[in-house]
């Protein structure tokens, strides 16, 4: 269970980063970017 908590939190903030981060969409990219891939197939 803990690891399918990790996998929506670090989506959420790819879904937030989005959508209403900072900056122009390219560094919006980047930024959601980093939050997905601390995510493997394993955590779902």
Do not use: P
Request: proline share 0%; charged share 25%; aromatic share 10%.
């Amino acid at each position: 269970m803990k690891d399918i908590n990790h996998a929506f939190e670090k989506m959420g903030l790819a879904i937030y980063e989005l959508t209403v981060g900072e900056g122009d969409i390219r560094s919006r990219i980047k930024s959601a970017f980093r939050h997905i891939s601390a995510v493997s197939e394993n955590n779902f």
